[in-house]
């Protein structure tokens, strides 16, 4: 049965550190050695500090290299991020300074492998290391998601889709959020992590998982053998229930809900976590109805012109290729955008968010009774 350990902690590294190591060790870390090709993969998003809480705390990856070193294995750190150069992101987000005295590879991953993650979606591009790796470290941080609601565990592992992929995964899924987060799930089960420890320490809360979020302190180090029991774990503390996390209730609907898990800390409700505003999946109808849908009801991205710097983030993200960099202010294609949110997650200026038509304020009222 998994286990998820639930532990109060801070950033100050002599007490992290044994609490990381003690979690590895009860988890089953014994087994990584000398021969083991462990991959560490943090979330890596995009440059930013760690006091901006988008990015893995540099002590929470520092603690799981010395412990895969410390073993005898010469761990990779590496993800795919969605903006900003590896480089800049493993210099400002300190994780360069905190490696600086191990032996250790950091860097993005670079080639993909087809692999079969199930229907509907068959043969994936997903990062070579993430397959051919012996021990996989999964290291989520603990935020929101505009479009997701939480990016957590199992949505931590999207990141081993290779660059420009990510954005085309975005596009095949389109607005159907249920399939995007079916695709999550698969993906989670096909590269399956060893060990997930949350950051969720400092978390981010509202707007995420970009600059929009807030960071809040929650205090929080959470690890597990299993991905998926960890977000359970979170949602039971955050009070939400399965059917509001995307990624939860596709793995319902895949039967992965069904297996208990053991826990081992104290599951304090936080109620003070302030979610996103997403909209209840709206896909019933004809193409022409969800067209409407799409236009009216669904939450649609808007920049603010006196933050936005015209640096070409956003438009270089779209997947739908539904913004206008030409224009000043930008201009956006509602009829094209699929309500992805990379736009948002990418803007180093937080000069977008998503507003609502009426229509979909009134669902969103609506659905809030129901809950
Ligand atoms: S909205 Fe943000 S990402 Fe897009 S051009 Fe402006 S500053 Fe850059
Ligand atoms: S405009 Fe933003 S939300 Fe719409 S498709 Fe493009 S990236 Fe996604």
Same mark, same amino acid.
């Given at each position: 049965?998994?286990?998820?350990?639930?532990? !109060?902690?801070?950033? !100050?590294?002599?007490?992290?550190?044994?609490?990381?190591?003690?979690?590895?060790?009860?988890?089953?870390?014994?087994?990584?050695?000398?021969?083991?090709?462990?991959?560490?993969?943090?979330?890596?998003?995009?440059?930013?500090?760690?006091?901006?809480?988008?990015?893995?705390?540099?002590?929470?990856?520092?603690?799981?290299?010395?412990?895969?070193?410390?073993?005898?294995?010469?761990?990779?750190?590496?993800?795919? =991020?969605?903006?900003?150069?590896?480089?800049?992101?493993?210099?400002?987000?300190?994780? $360069?300074?905190?490696?600086?005295?191990?032996?250790?590879?950091?860097?993005?991953?670079?080639?993909?492998?087809? &692999?079969?993650?199930?229907?509907? %979606?068959?043969?994936?591009?997903?990062?070579?290391?993430?397959?051919? /790796?012996? *021990?996989?470290?999964?290291?989520?941080?603990? +935020? @929101?998601?505009?479009?997701?609601?939480?990016?957590?565990?199992?949505?931590?592992?999207?990141?081993? &889709?290779?660059?420009?992929?990510?954005?085309?995964?975005?596009?095949?899924?389109?607005?159907?959020?249920?399939?995007?987060?079916?695709?999550? *799930?698969?993906?989670?089960? !096909?590269?399956?992590?060893? %060990?997930? #420890?949350?950051?969720?320490?400092?978390?981010?809360?509202?707007?995420?998982?970009?600059?929009?979020?807030?960071? +809040?302190?929650?205090?929080?180090?959470?690890?597990?053998?299993?991905?998926?029991?960890?977000?359970?774990?979170?949602?039971? #503390?955050?009070?939400?229930?399965?059917? $509001?996390?995307?990624?939860? +209730?596709?793995?319902?609907?895949?039967?992965?809900?069904?297996?208990?898990?053991?826990?081992?800390?104290?599951?304090?409700?936080?109620?003070?976590?302030?979610?996103?505003?997403?909209?209840? /999946?709206?896909?019933?109808?004809? $193409? /022409?109805? $969800?067209?409407?849908? !799409?236009?009216?009801?669904? =939450?649609?991205?808007?920049?603010?012109?006196?933050?936005?710097?015209?640096?070409?983030?956003?438009?270089?993200?779209?997947?739908?290729?539904?913004?206008?960099? @030409?224009?000043?202010?930008?201009?956006?294609?509602?009829?094209?955008?699929?309500?992805?949110?990379?736009?948002?997650?990418?803007? =180093?200026?937080?000069?977008?968010?998503?507003?609502?038509?009426? =229509?979909?304020?009134?669902?969103?009222? %609506?659905?809030?009774?129901?809950?």
């Amino acid at each position: 049965m998994p286990l998820v350990l639930i532990r !109060r902690s801070s950033y !100050r590294y002599e007490a992290l550190k044994p609490l990381v190591f003690t979690m590895l060790d009860r988890l089953g870390g014994g087994r990584i050695s000398s021969r083991s090709r462990v991959l560490i993969k943090p979330n890596l998003l995009a440059p930013a500090t760690p006091q901006q809480a988008l990015l893995t705390h540099p002590s929470v990856v520092r603690a799981v290299v010395e412990y895969a070193v410390e073993h005898g294995a010469r761990p990779l750190i590496a993800d795919s =991020p969605a903006m900003g150069s590896f480089s800049k992101i493993i210099r400002e987000s300190g994780i $360069q300074e905190a490696i600086a005295p191990f032996d250790v590879e950091c860097r993005p991953f670079q080639e993909s492998m087809k &692999i079969d993650i199930g229907e509907p %979606f068959g043969f994936i591009d997903i990062a070579r290391e993430a397959i051919e /790796s012996d *021990v996989i470290i999964n290291l989520p941080k603990l +935020k @929101t998601h505009s479009q997701m609601l939480l990016t957590l565990g199992v949505k931590n592992l999207f990141g081993c &889709i290779v660059g420009y992929r990510k954005p085309e995964w975005h596009m095949k899924t389109g607005v159907n959020r249920p399939l995007f987060a079916r695709f999550l *799930v698969q993906l989670y089960q !096909r590269i399956s992590p060893a %060990f997930t #420890i949350l950051d969720g320490i400092l978390a981010l809360e509202g707007e995420g998982p970009g600059k929009r979020g807030n960071p +809040k302190e929650v205090g929080l180090l959470l690890g597990s053998d299993s991905a998926l029991a960890l977000d359970r774990a979170v949602c039971r #503390i955050l009070e939400l229930d399965t059917d $509001q996390v995307p990624v939860l +209730k596709a793995a319902a609907g895949l039967g992965l809900l069904e297996e208990a898990f053991d826990i081992d800390g104290l599951l304090e409700p936080f109620r003070s976590f302030r979610l996103p505003k997403t909209s209840p /999946s709206l896909l019933y109808g004809p $193409q /022409s109805l $969800q067209r409407l849908i !799409r236009l009216y009801c669904l =939450p649609r991205p808007v920049a603010e012109a006196d933050l936005c710097r015209y640096c070409g983030a956003c438009w270089t993200i779209c997947p739908a290729k539904a913004i206008d960099g @030409t224009t000043r202010p930008l201009e956006f294609d509602y009829d094209r955008c699929i309500r992805c949110c990379c736009c948002i997650e990418v803007c =180093p200026h937080a000069a977008l968010h998503t507003v609502d038509h009426f =229509p979909a304020r009134m669902i969103r009222k %609506f659905m809030d009774r129901l809950r």
